[in-house]
């Protein structure tokens, strides 16, 4: 199992434990680390201890350089422990890397959340490329929808190929998330103690890094400033593009607080927590409808459109007038925020991870095919699990 970045790491936490457990196969992890401390949280959190870390991650660092450093240090990895089959997962430039390595040297590629497409190739940049690569190269595939099989087999994928498990953040949050939980942050308790409306906030995309974000970031103050019983949480990505901005966007204004990355169960827990979620994270907008929270998508397009169907989910991308407008009826109409509130889990039931070990082992012909992930009906205004 290969992975580099948080996302990567929150959502291949429960396969490695699952493989680790496994009577029928043998876990090795290595870890790029193109993130650093973002992917160490997780590791520490799950008490991963890598195999292999190549621990690659440069400030600033551009995406011909990731891909160079994967590529170079995954070839002495794999050549020594000849794998009978990689595991990646998602869309990240590690995840594309890893595979171009694995079938480099003609090691079978499992890819977990396979399938999602925007349709749109800078959409997300470079993500959306990045999984059409590796879905390519891939030999088994993990989509975590019957959607997502759809797309894999509209690209021709052969329908054997493909499980369609759950999304295995829903197996991740499921572990963290608790009733009544207390935050290790005093910062943080107190915020969520003291009775505001929170709007939680998360930005990153390299498509709306620059005026997009002051969009976004504008819109916010304005928000703030209108509703004194409203107050924005927001951890703020490493990127220093995205720190930078985040900062000097938010320096005089009060009721916003920014913090570093939050390790994943105090970030849980307070979106359980929260009023609404402002992202463009693609994490976000599979755990926040699990946990029946409202999520604007700062975004044009969605690879997730399940959510967006249910009416939890909705695209408001960049614009500051519309950002404003859409907080501002969600504050102010509680029929439209309790219609938007619903807990729907069309991502997953908690068994991703079981169901891709269960997929591979029919894969290597040891075991039946693995009954699909259906999500379950809407649980209709129940406020998480
Ligand atoms: C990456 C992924 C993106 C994923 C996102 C999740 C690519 C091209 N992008 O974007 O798909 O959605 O992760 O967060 O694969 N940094 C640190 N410490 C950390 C992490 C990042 O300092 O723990 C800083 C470094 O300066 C680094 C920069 O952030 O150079 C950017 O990291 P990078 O992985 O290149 O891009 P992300 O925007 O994080
Ligand atoms: N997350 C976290 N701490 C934070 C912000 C996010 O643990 O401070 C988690 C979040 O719950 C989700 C994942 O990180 O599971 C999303 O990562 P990110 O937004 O970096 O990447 P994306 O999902 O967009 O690829």
Redesign the pocket.
């Known amino acids: 199992m290969v992975f580099g970045t ?2 990567e790491a ?1 959502k291949m936490a429960p396969v490695v434990q699952v493989i680790q457990k496994s009577d029928h196969f043998q876990a090795v992890v290595a870890v790029t680390a193109q993130h650093r401390e973002m992917l160490d949280q997780v590791l520490a959190l799950f008490r991963i201890s890598p195999d292999f870390d190549l621990d690659i991650m440069r400030d600033e660092q551009t995406l011909f350089e990731i891909t160079a450093r994967v590529l170079a240090g995954l070839e002495q990895v794999l050549r020594e422990v000849r794998p009978d089959v990689v595991l990646v997962h998602g869309d990240t430039t590690t995840t594309f890397t890893t595979a171009l390595a694995a079938f480099y040297l003609q090691i079978p590629v499992g890819h977990v959340e396979a399938g999602l497409r925007t349709g749109n190739k800078y959409a997300p940049f470079p993500e959306e490329v990045n999984r059409h690569l590796a879905a390519v190269i891939t030999d088994v595939h993990f989509a975590p929808t019957s959607r997502a099989r759809a797309a894999l087999l509209r690209e021709g994928v052969a329908p054997e190929r493909i499980f369609v498990t759950g999304n295995t ?1 829903i197996d991740a949050l499921h572990q963290v998330v608790k009733p009544g939980y207390r935050f290790r942050s005093p910062a943080l308790q107190e915020a969520a103690g003291r009775g505001y409306r929170l709007i939680l906030v ?1 930005t ?1 995309r390299r498509e709306n890094w620059g005026a997009p974000l002051g969009g976004v970031y504008r819109a916010l103050k304005r928000i703030v400033l209108a509703h004194p019983d409203v107050a924005v949480v927001f ?1 703020v ?1 490493r990127n220093p593009i995205v720190h930078e901005l985040a900062l000097s966007a938010f320096a005089d204004c009060p009721r916003v607080c920014l913090t570093e ?4 169960g105090e ?2 827990n307070l ?1 359980a927590q929260s009023f609404l979620v402002l992202t463009d ?4 907008q599979e ?1 926040a409808p699990a946990l029946g929270k409202p999520v604007l998508v700062l975004r044009d397009v969605t690879e997730r459109p399940e959510a967006v169907e249910a009416g939890t989910v909705a695209l408001v991308g960049t614009d500051e007038d519309r950002v404003f407008t859409t907080v501002e009826k969600l504050l102010q109409e509680p029929v439209l925020y309790y219609k938007m509130a619903n807990a729907v889990n069309p991502y997953g039931d908690g068994r991703a991870a079981a169901r891709i070990e269960a997929g591979l082992l029919h894969y290597f012909g040891l075991g039946p095919r693995p009954e699909e992930f259906s999500p379950p009906e809407s649980s209709g205004g129940h406020k998480g699990f």
């Open positions: 948080r996302p929150i953040v998360t990153h951890p990505h990355p939050l390790p994943y970030f849980a979106m994270s693609g994490g976000l755990e």
